[in-house]
């Protein structure tokens, strides 16, 4: 096997860092995040093996609603994913949502995808946690038009 030269190398990185560096921008730019994804592949594939998925959240994140009194002292919360546990469990790729008993009180929990921390089987331990990822930005919000004066509304009256 040929030895790739180092210096050949390096010289063509020199000469096209322009455009690696605008491709790493786009590539990293232009896709999505792969968490959401990896979240829904691991709890099926932990369902399937008939084990019991815990999402690790931290619940200090900007938009994370879940029962504080749960919260410990790092800022972390532990939630059962079961199905016999969870009732209209929804994964997107934005957020998590689903409702749950704490103390036998129904809550309803909003969770967004950068506040999850990892997802992994309770039995033994096995599946993924996450790099903490920052809230992303809002979209941008299109101007306000003029509101106008609203108009009386018609009325109908009794000629004779």
């Given amino acids: 096997m040929e030895r ?10 020199v000469e096209h860092q322009s ?7 786009f590539m990293s730019s ?9 979240i829904r592949a691991l ?3 932990i369902v399937d093996n008939q084990l019991t998925p815990y ?3 931290d619940a200090h994140s900007p938009s994370v609603m879940v029962p504080q009194q749960h919260v410990n002292k790092d800022g972390q919360i532990i939630l059962n994913l079961a199905p016999r546990a969870v009732e209209m469990l929804h994964m997107s790729n934005e957020v998590i949502t ?11 929990l909003y969770i967004p995808c950068y506040a999850v921390i990892g997802i992994y089987a309770r039995e033994n331990g096995k599946g993924m946690m996450f790099e903490k990822e920052p809230e992303p930005p809002a ?6 038009a003029p509101t106008e004066p609203t108009e009386k ?5 009794v000629v004779k």
């Fill in 19 to 25: 455009f690696l560096s605008l491709w790493f921008l």
């Fill in 139 to 144: 979209p941008p919000t299109k101007p306000s």
């Fill in 30 to 38: 232009s896709m999505t995040s792969s968490k959401p994804y990896l």
């Fill in 98 to 108: 689903f409702s749950a008993r704490f103390g036998g009180v129904s809550t309803d």
């Fill in 4 to 13: 790739l030269d180092e210096s050949c190398f390096s010289h063509w990185v």
């Fill in 43 to 45: 709890y099926e594939w």
């Fill in 153 to 157: 509304r018609p009325s109908l009256r």
């Fill in 55 to 57: 999402l690790a959240v």
